[in-house]
């Protein structure tokens, strides 16, 4: 008999209605050893992947906007996105990606011309904590991670997680021993700061002091490898991105900041050389160095133009080439003061 | 399934100094694959794949998403990674021991001419169920081929190596942070792979291309598990002539050209199975899980079917990668002779992974000269052959010269072949030799460990473990030396080997 109603078309909005009931379901209980519980676990996985592939399409289908828009609609009507990040844990792994999905989607899912998904975490910012906070366990971090990158896509979002105390957390998240975690929470960290610029160069000048002292000694001068070359790499966009100019023109005025790239300069590590070096010609292009940059460029001119007579990249490069020009002549023209 | 949890969870060590480094096992542009053991969980066996983040110019995105894939995919017939984390400039990747070995490497060293029809099915199925996983969570493998599907010592076979893997929900993303686009298309376009196994529209990857681009590879992976190498594999792998030819030829016609002059008898299920993937529109070619129900994988064996007829008097992995790497010396040696045809040939070549194919390429142009049967007695040329798997040591003779030019290849090879028998006997006995050597080097290495367990104990005690330390740094440093010396010599022999061999020609 069953069978027979089965074929019976659902709504999205009504599979948004089971999945959020199933959800608090398994948000009350815990207990694993309730018989119909396993039962409901899987008919709330199903739900999870069947709102997926409305989200998604499948492989027979394109999604449908209208039923993309109702389901968003039902979504957000309740504290659905709530229960399940919280109920994330209790999900198998394959529920897991399909929610991490699902989440990721509807951040960009718009309704009458809205993206009420935005809407919907700005009442309830705090979820950014859980999410965040998803780093320091190693089964979630990727699921959290892969969600939180998909919510600082929007800029109010992106403001709140930069001005909180997270911040600071995330120099310690991107050395995780966990190559994949760390890795993530890199990305993470990159996205906050290069994705909405007003917003970016706002937070760094209102925490300049702090963020580049964090910068400095957990980052560039950091034992681990990747962490330097990650840092010097997003650095460089960072400083030559043209909305933080000011950032920028403070940053190449720190003898300080100048002794760290040029140590990272000396590196036997071609990839942190290059990419220190597109720091480094900042220092050198800048028209009005403090006396105390000239004078360390200048004590250190011929190891410097040493180092650049035979610095080139594995390709050509013939930007690059051209910058190293143009800082040699700087640094070669430079009086001592 | 609380328990089934419990044991996923199973934390392996994030440090290096809990794994010991038995053996290389596998080596590409950017990483080495090593056996190694893992101390604290009972020296159990694993597989670490170390990157090479210094060499890995491209961004460390890619490597992110790599580690990131395996960490969250769980398939049986999929390898997983226990761990990743990174040592100096190397990400390790640690990950489940499989102690076969890839299909291409048993293909190369024991079945030259292919695999025999049921096992191909077994490991065609196997490989499927991944693909139709992989698939359903919206991933694309993008470079399936014999070199990345694995086997255990049970016959379990997994599909490894997400170096290229792709996803349609991330890639969307990262494209997305400047054209903010919704992801509907669900296609990609960056070109992905390796030549021969490439589907037409990868190649031609401004159309776009999706998982069936996937079904295309898998078809030319049954031809190659079949034959012993990929189709149009005598040809360089330079991607403008693959274009050409695979819009021209018709692999579905492959199968009846090539078994005829083989004599190789294949199920008509099977032909028209690879026939279906091999069409040259994609959205013909059935879905992963569609091609799972046709009746070529229907009387399917089990894993114990490979046991027997795959993996018995197999060499081991390390063997048989010792025994690639031995080719690559006498191959370095001939290179000498034919840089010039071989730089303008190889510039060409995606040089990741090219030991996937490379050797394939070489046992394609021997075969006639190598038969796998037993020759018979009076001919000397044919005793070496039948010597365990170390074919392979005379299969180098034609390496470089198979990859820079097939025509050359072909006449040095007859010559060396036919006129000079004593080259290849020299190089059977060189290859005896060292492991003989080797043999007596890991003994020594082995009574070394038990008499320090024994002294020492297992007492944590810092003073102790630090001479423990110091002791096994040096083996470690005598281990090196021996291979050095080891690596020189046959270095030295095989070139000696190739001189006479030159003289005798002139």
């Known amino acids: 008999m069953k069978a027979l109603f089965k074929s019976k078309p659902k709504t999205p909005a009504d599979l948004v209605r089971q999945t959020r009931d199933l959800l608090m379901y398994a948000d009350r209980t815990s207990d694993t050893r309730e018989t119909k519980r396993e039962e409901k676990m899987v008919e709330l996985s199903k739900l999870i992947r069947e709102l997926k592939s409305i989200l998604y399409g499948n492989s027979e289908a394109e999604p449908v906007a209208e039923a993309c828009a109702q389901l968003t609609q039902e979504f957000f009507r309740e504290n659905t996105l709530r229960l399940l990040i919280n109920c994330l844990p209790k999900l198998n792994l394959e529920a897991r990606k399909d929610a991490t999905q699902v989440v990721a989607n509807l951040q960009r899912q718009q309704v009458h011309s809205r993206l009420i998904a935005c809407d919907y975490l700005e009442a309830n910012i705090d979820l950014m904590n859980t999410l965040i906070n998803g780093y320091e366990n190693t089964e979630m971090a990727l699921h959290y991670g892969a969600m939180l990158r998909e919510c600082i896509r929007h800029q109010s979002v992106a403001r709140y997680v930069l001005e909180s105390e997270h911040m600071k957390k995330f120099f310690d998240y991107i050395q ?57 790499k997003l650095l460089g966009d960072i400083l030559l991105d043209r909305s933080n100019s000011a950032i920028m023109t403070r940053y190449v005025s720190s003898r300080d900041n100048l002794r760290i790239l040029m140590n990272l300069l000396r590196e036997s590590s071609k990839s942190i050389q290059i990419e220190a070096f597109h720091v480094f010609k900042l220092f050198a292009a800048n028209q009005n160095k403090p006396p105390d940059i000239v004078s360390i460029l200048v004590a250190n001119r011929s190891k410097l133009l040493r180092l650049f007579a035979d610095f080139k990249t594995d390709k050509e490069d013939e930007q690059f080439e051209a910058d190293k020009a143009q800082v040699v002549k700087e640094i070669a023209a430079l009086e001592p003061n | 399934m609380a328990e089934q949890e419990e044991s996923r969870k199973v934390q392996y060590p994030l ?48 490597i992110r998403r790599e580690t990131k894939t395996v960490s969250l995919l769980s398939h049986p017939n999929i390898l997983k990674a226990h761990c990743c984390f990174t040592v100096d400039r190397r990400v390790w990747v640690v990950m489940p021991f499989m102690s076969a070995g890839s299909l291409q490497s048993i293909i190369t060293s024991s079945f030259p001419n292919g695999l025999p029809e049921p096992c191909i099915a077994i490991i065609l199925k196997e490989t499927l169920c991944a693909l139709s996983y992989l698939h359903d969570q919206g991933h694309l493998h993008r470079d399936v081929k014999a070199g990345n599907i694995l086997m255990d010592s049970n016959g379990s076979v997994k599909l490894a190596d997400f170096g290229v893997s792709a996803s349609i929900y991330e890639s969307s993303s990262s494209s997305a942070s400047s054209a903010g686009s919704s ?69 579905s016609d492959y199968e009846k050209s090539n078994v005829d002059s083989k004599k190789k008898k294949f199920t008509k299920s099977f032909k ?22 046709h009746s070529f994988f229907k009387y399917c064996k089990g894993p114990d079917f490979l046991v027997k007829n795959v993996l018995q008097g197999l060499p081991s992995v390390e063997q048989r990668f010792m025994m690639s790497k031995l080719r690559k010396v006498v191959s370095m040696v001939k290179n000498d002779e034919e840089k010039d045809e071989e730089d303008s040939l190889e510039e060409n070549i995606k040089r990741r992974r090219i030991s996937g194919w490379n050797f394939n390429v070489e046992d394609f142009e021997l075969n006639p000269v190598f038969p796998t049967e037993k020759g018979n007695d009076e001919n000397p040329e044919k005793k070496h052959v039948t010597f365990g798997g170390e074919t392979v040591i005379s299969d180098k003779e034609g390496d470089s010269d198979a990859a820079s030019n097939t025509s050359i290849s072909g006449q040095v090879l007859d010559v060396s072949i036919e006129s000079k028998p004593a080259a290849s006997v020299n190089a059977e006995n060189m290859l ?52 050095a010396v080891k690596k020189k010599n046959s270095e030295l022999e095989l070139e000696i080997e190739f001189l006479k061999l030159q003289s005798t020609n002139e």
Not at chain 2, 30 to 54: Q, R, T
Not at chain 2, 215 to 227: D, M, N, P, Q
Request: charged share 25%.
């Open chain 2, 15 to 62: 440090n290096s100094k809990d794994y010991e480094i038995i053996d290389e096992i596998g080596r590409g542009a950017s990483a080495i694959v090593y056996k190694a053991l893992c101390i604290p969980m009972n020296f159990s066996e694993v597989a670490i794949k170390s990157i090479n983040l210094e060499k890995s110019k491209a961004d460390l995105d890619n």
């Open chain 2, 432 to 483: 005896n030799r060292l492991f003989v050597l080797r043999k007596s080097l890991d003994d020594q290495r082995n009574m070394l460990t038990d008499v320090i367990s024994t002294v020492f104990g297992k007492r944590p005690n810092p003073e102790i473990i630090s001479r423990e330390d110091q002791l096994l740094q040096i083996i470690e440093k005598l281990r090196n030396d021996l291979e």
């Open chain 2, 272 to 293: 028209e199975m690879v026939g279906l993937c091999l069409d040259q529109d994609p959205s013909k070619r059935p879905p992963a899980d569609k091609l799972l129900k």
């Open chain 1, 176 to 232: 995780l021993p966990n190559f994949d975690i760390a890795a993530d929470a890199a990305a993470t960290f990159k996205e906050l700061l290069t994705r909405h610029k007003s917003t970016v160069a706002e937070f760094l000048s209102k925490n300049y002091d702090w963020f580049f002292a964090e910068y400095n000694t957990k980052l560039l001068e950091s034992t681990n490898y990747i962490t330097r070359r990650q840092a010097v």
């Open chain 2, 183 to 251: 992801s509907s298309s669900l296609m990609l376009t960056d070109v992905a792979g390796t030549p021969y196994w490439m589907a037409p529209e990868v190649i031609h990857s401004h159309t776009g291309y999706s998982f069936k681009a996937d079904i295309w590879s898998f078809g030319i992976t049954a031809l190659e598990l079949a034959h012993g190498r990929p189709p149009l594999s005598h040809l360089p792998p330079s991607k403008s002539l693959l274009m050409k030819i695979t819009t021209r030829f018709r692999f």
